[in-house]
């Protein structure tokens, strides 16, 4: 079964420092999707950042990064230059075939502090 | 703009009076999905539908059931809500899970 970890219940950093996320996860399978949703206090599930398997590169969008370390099944989400929009809590989440089910990490909730 | 829809934003409803939750979407996603999520909790999947067939999760209660009667919409219906079924429900969909799934903004439900 799959599965998908997050150590880290909450987490806090000061704005415009340097933050990262942790996740692990457990499969079986070679080929697979890797995501960071986001969701702020307004609660709608936003996704930050997605990596596939096959791709060796890790993931960047802007400030957000990912380091995927493949043979480790570790998928851990840098935030650099942390701004208070920040603030929500971020899930890592995992899925293996199309029309699949997304099988979610606990979540970190994330504190931007002014 | 394309996008998920859910309504209503907030739906306060009595104990064990039959309750529906409706959502939308504009992105012609095949795949539609229901979660119910708790306080600080992860999502937990209740059901979806992959084009016309439904796939229900194995813990998911026989209170709840879902209707897709096109493409576009999907409802959920909740027989006889308990305390217990206070939570906010997310919709989702997706076109292929690989791309991720598109949220809608939720339906919170609180049950009196």
């Known amino acids: 079964a799959q599965t998908v970890t997050q150590s880290q219940p909450e987490m806090s950093v000061q704005e415009a420092e340097t933050v990262t996320l942790s996740c692990t996860y457990d499969t079986s399978e070679n080929n697979y999707y890797l995501f960071w949703y986001k969701q702020p206090p307004s609660r709608q599930m936003i996704l930050v950042i997605r990596q596939e398997a096959y791709k060796q590169q890790n993931a960047t969008e802007n400030r957000f990064s990912v380091n995927f370390q493949k043979a480790a099944k570790s998928f851990s989400l840098k935030i650099s230059d942390s701004q208070l929009g920040d603030t929500a809590m971020y899930f890592c989440a995992f899925i293996y075939n199309q029309g699949g089910k997304l099988i979610f990490g606990q979540g970190t909730e994330l504190s931007v502090k002014p | 703009d394309a996008m998920v829809i859910q309504n209503p934003r907030y739906q306060v409803t009595q104990f064990g009076k039959p309750v529906t939750l409706s959502c939308s979407q504009t992105?012609?996603?095949?795949?539609m999905y229901w979660y119910q999520q708790k306080s600080s909790q992860a999502p937990k999947l209740l059901f979806h539908?992959?084009?016309?067939?439904?796939?229900n999760e194995a813990d998911t209660p026989d209170n709840f059931q879902s209707r897709r009667p096109n493409t576009s919409f999907c409802f959920l219906d909740i027989r006889s809500p308990g305390l217990g079924d206070a939570a906010m429900y997310l919709c989702?969909?997706?076109?292929?899970?690989?791309?991720?799934?598109?949220f809608g903004s939720g339906t919170r439900l609180t049950v009196v």
């Open positions: 539908y992959y084009d016309k067939d439904f796939n």
């Open positions: 992105l012609n996603h095949n795949v």
């Open positions: 989702a969909t997706s076109r292929d899970g690989g791309y991720g799934y598109t």
